[in-house]
């Protein structure tokens, strides 16, 4: 080893050798390392620079060494190496000094960016750089995940995206002779109108060639997954379905959705006109998937003749008939519609795009979109966004699937990788392209929005935030109807939160029926079945947790009805050969809220409107004389019991006011509704408390003694930062209280309606001008409410109930069955308006041990309100299933006549186990066509 005695005495240049082989005679030199303020670099002999450096044939390299005991070797010229590397030591690769952190270089180009192991700790500086920061959020999310594989993929996306190699920006310069810009200014209209000398695609004139004599057709594509949502579908099929229109479906590929795939397909094969869609995509909210599914349907569609298509999801409804929309969009052959935001200020589409988040890199993988790097827009480029509900003419869409053009190409590759895409990219496509003079911006669909409601940040399928609309309500009904002939569908219905909502729309498409009217009072029209299990689904994993469905099964066995077979010489057995022990499938079914009696049930609702679950179970039937065994097929319905629905509330004046406890899951933000109705749920399941508080009284006055009326000059704020408009004495009260001040004060009574006024509260008398005689305050009914420019002011007295309510909140807390509290929070004052508080449990306490629990609920020192719920054993056998038999009934049990046979007629024959026609309940849903296989 040499060291270099220069000026700079920290700087140290070491030859590095190989270990000599015992057939070589000479060692090369392997290396140069050089030491620098106690840090080592290593720069390899066989870098390309120094080809003559590198190990010859002979020799065989082994450990490295920094040693003088072998055959020493004169290295080359340090004159000839030190200007070609001292100058690149800085992206020397760092090495021995082990208190300083290895890292790896910021890479130059896309081959070194993705070589680069950007999970590993020598890329953490590089990643905690400003322009990696999503890299490392989206390696991070694809860890907790899971998906190992998709690093690849977010990986090569980003350096693609980074070195600008991944779009071809060049090509999406606009071809189109339309000025956007005049969009703008003189609004989203036909816009032929406002270019008549705009060259007009060749497709597009020879389809308005078309006389009117030719036959229409419309396509429908509907996008579905869900599999609770099968009757609801088939219900608004059965209103779109006529001559001239064909109905496609497109199914999603998750294992959720396999149960509404073979549903599906076996009703295409029997309904004319009706179709599936072979190939399957990741529909997921906000992937790029659900773009690259509609360029794939419309492949498959233009198979088929049709002159529009429109896209429609399983909670969309027509509110006019096909014949009313085809007598439109005949005269618009050829013509496109879309829906955009256009917003005439340079700053509101800047802020549209943001939002849409067209400026970000994105790549789907296994059902998540990761968002990756910020990226240019092409300058000239002008991007619109929109509703990704829309009806596109025959030649637009297979411009769109199928076009060659670098335009259209560059377009499709640049929005593969954007959040949203549907939302953006026919509108962008149609604008910039030679399409644009060709689109009507309005698409016709009424989507329910409700200011401030309906808007969430999602980390489920991507991390982003969006709006979508609500379902419609039985309130929201006549703005629907007012619109109807320009806004020919709905979104969104559902009828697992309001059926009768969707009745009346459905009403209004066919008023004209004599079939509807005489559908119309049956009870068909306010019940819904859900389907939650299907026996052929419970091995692919593609359904719920099913344990304590096979205990609903398991307990109708020991229903009185079964038990009493005995007395027929017939017994029942449970199938031990059958996969899911004999349970085939599990409905939901629910009841509107119109509906107050129901034949063969006891109408028990749940908060999400459940009226009961129908089990089907297959067992054996055995004779008890000859021992002669046969298949049957039993139907009964599990019905919550009065345990857990019946609160019993004490009579304090506090717990008074809670009108309803509930557990539940899959708590749906925008609708404010549980998707999961307990009180069994499965390990996993992210609970929510919901708690429904009715109004105090307002009449009842709070104990408070009136200190004066006072004249306040005009300046009530001045004296009074903490004022509130349209209280009533009470909830003046409360609100002091909750402020922790002892007075409060009421004035200007006459601007607000009866026993109302301004409210005030404050911790000390504030500094009034002359008192006033007392009946210069209004008083009304016994109280002094103040008026114009004058304050009757109050001091509290002791208010046990109010102050409890005002300043303590409620306090929650988890109970086990032992009365352990394993977790407790004091939750926000409830206030005194009638109100709906819920709150997350998922997040405080990850996971709960299977057995029964309770949320405690109480204010104060008052006796407390228990809501019980259960944690499913992952075995149907665990004793832990003795707590829930307490929870249900089950006693209505029926057998099917499928398959009749000599014991199945003398079960019927013994009037213990009814046939299932026969049963009300069961018979209901002939109406619906609902056949449960």
């Excluded at 009805?561 to 027929?568: D, E, G, Q, S, V």
Aim: proline fraction near 5%; charged fraction near 25%; include cysteine.
């Amino acid at each position: 080893m040499k060291r270099d005695r220069g000026p700079v005495s920290r700087r140290f240049w070491i030859w590095i050798t190989a270990s000599q082989s015992s057939t070589a005679k000479t060692v090369r030199w392997a290396g140069v390392l050089v030491v620098i303020c106690g840090i080592a670099y290593y720069k390899g002999a066989s870098d390309a620079n120094h080809p003559e450096t590198a190990f010859s044939a002979t020799e065989e390299p082994g450990d490295v060494v920094v040693s003088d005991s072998v055959e020493p070797v004169d290295p080359p010229d340090v004159s000839t190496i030190a200007p070609r590397m001292i100058p690149n030591i800085v992206n020397w690769p760092r090495l021995l000094n082990p208190f300083a952190k290895r890292s790896v270089r910021s890479p130059a180009n896309y081959s070194e960016c993705v070589t680069i192991d950007w999970g590993s700790a020598e890329a953490e500086d590089e990643l905690r750089k400003e322009k990696n920061q999503q890299l490392a959020l989206s390696l991070e999310r694809a860890k907790e995940k899971d998906h190992r594989g998709c690093i690849s993929t977010i990986v090569d996306t980003f350096c693609k995206s980074k070195h600008n190699i991944l779009y071809d920006y060049a090509s999406m310069k606009p071809v189109s002779s339309c000025d956007i810009d005049e969009i703008y200014r003189e609004g989203p209209d036909d816009l032929r109108k406002l270019y008549t000398s705009v060259p007009l695609p060749q497709a597009f004139v020879e389809t308005r060639r078309i006389g009117p004599r030719r036959p229409y057709k419309m396509a429908i594509l509907m996008v579905v997954y869900s599999r609770s949502l099968l009757q609801q579908i088939k219900r608004a099929v059965a209103l779109m379905t006529q001559p001239g229109v064909l109905v496609f479906f497109h199914v999603d590929r998750s294992q959720g959705s396999d149960y509404l795939r073979r549903e599906l397909t076996a009703f295409s094969k029997v309904e004319r006109n009706v179709f599936m869609i072979p190939e399957a995509f990741d529909t997921i909210w906000a992937g790029s998937g659900l773009m690259e599914m509609y360029l794939s349907a419309i492949k498959y569609m233009l198979r088929y003749e049709w002159d529009h298509f429109i896209n429609l999801s399983e909670v969309d409804f027509p509110v006019v008939t096909p014949q009313e929309i085809s007598r439109v969009l005949r005269q618009k052959r050829g013509y496109s519609f879309l829906n955009a935001n256009f917003d005439k200020s340079v700053k509101g589409r800047m802020e549209a795009i943001q939002r849409q988040g067209i400026e970000w890199t994105s790549v789907q993988c296994e059902r998540y979109m990761y968002r990756l790097a910020e990226r240019s827009l092409h300058p000239t480029t002008q991007f619109l966004v929109g509703s990704d509900w829309f009806i596109l003419a025959r030649p637009y869409a297979n411009y769109v699937a199928n076009g060659n053009t670098s335009f259209v190409k560059a377009m499709r590759l640049f929005y593969h990788h954007t959040i949203l895409n549907a939302e953006s990219f026919l509108h962008t496509t149609a604008a910039n392209g030679a399409w644009c003079a060709t689109i009507i911006w309005n698409n016709h669909r009424f989507e329910n929005w409700h200011a401030g409601s309906g808007c969430q940040c999602s980390k489920r399928t991507v991390d982003w935030c969006g709006c979508s609309p609500l379902t419609v309500r039985t309130s929201d009904v006549p703005s629907v109807l007012d619109q109807a002939t320009n806004r020919w569908h709905v979104r969104k219905v559902d009828p697992r939160i309001d059926m009768f909502a969707i009745s009346l729309i459905e009403a209004n498409v066919v008023k004209e029926s004599a079939q509807f009217h005489k559908l119309l009072p049956n009870f068909t029209q306010h019940l819904y079945w859900a389907n939650l299990f299907h026996h052929q689904d419970a091995s692919q994993g593609s359904t719920r947790g099913w344990s304590h469905y096979l205990y609903f099964a398991k307990q109708l066995l020991r229903s009185d009805a079964i038990k009493a077979l005995k007395n027929c010489n017939l017994q029942i057995v449970e199938r031990q050969d059958h996969p899911t022990g004999g349970l085939l499938h599990v409905h939901a079914l629910y009841a509107d809220k119109t509906v107050k009696k129901l034949p063969g049930i006891t109408l028990r609702r749940s908060l999400t409107g459940i009226i009961g679950y129908i089990i089907r179970l297959a067992v054996t039937a055995k004779s008890l004389k000859s021992g002669e065994t046969s298949e049957v097929v039993i139907e009964g319905v599990v019905q919550e019991s009065e345990y857990r629905t019946k609160i019993s509330r004490p009579p304090s004046s506090n717990m008074s006011r809670l009108l309803h406890s509930a557990v539940g899951a899959g708590w749906c933000l925008k609708d404010l509704v549980f998707r999961v109705e307990g009180p069994v749920f499965e390990p996993g399941d992210e609970l929510r408390v919901q708690h429904q508080w009715q109004a105090i009284d307002s009449k009842v006055l709070p104990n408070a003694s009136f200190v004066g009326c006072y004249g306040n000059g005009g300046n009530y704020t001045r004296w009074a930062p903490y004022h509130e408009s349209s209280k009533t004495m009470t909830d003046c009260a409360i609100l002091a209280l909750s402020r922790k001040h002892p007075y409060f004060g009421l004035e200007w009574s006459e601007g607000f309606k009866s026993r109302r006024s301004e409210c005030a509260t404050f911790n000390t008398l504030p500094e009034l001008s002359t008192k006033r005689p007392a009946d210069e305050c209004k008083t009304e009914r016994g109280a002094l409410l103040g008026r114009y420019y004058r304050a009757a002011v109050y001091r509290l007295g002791h208010n046990p109930g109010l102050s409890e309510i005002g300043t303590r909140g409620y306090d929650l807390e988890v109970v086990s069955s032992k009365g352990e509290v394993v977790w407790s929070k004091q939750h926000e004052s409830v206030g005194p308006a009638e109100q709906t508080t819920t709150f997350d449990l998922a997040s405080e306490i990850p996971s709960l041990e299977p057995g029964e629990w309770a949320v405690r609920t109480r204010i104060g020192g008052s006796a407390p309100v228990d809501t019980p719920f259960v944690i499913a054993p992952p075995s149907v056998d665990d004793v832990l299933w003795e707590d829930v038999r307490k929870y249900f009934d089950f006693e209505q049990v029926c057998a099917h006549s499928h398959g009749e046979n000599g014991l199945l007629v003398g079960l019927h024959h013994c009037k213990l186990l009814p046939p299932c026609a026969e049963m009300e309940w069961s018979t209901l849903r002939m109406g619906l066509n609902l056949t449960l296989t």
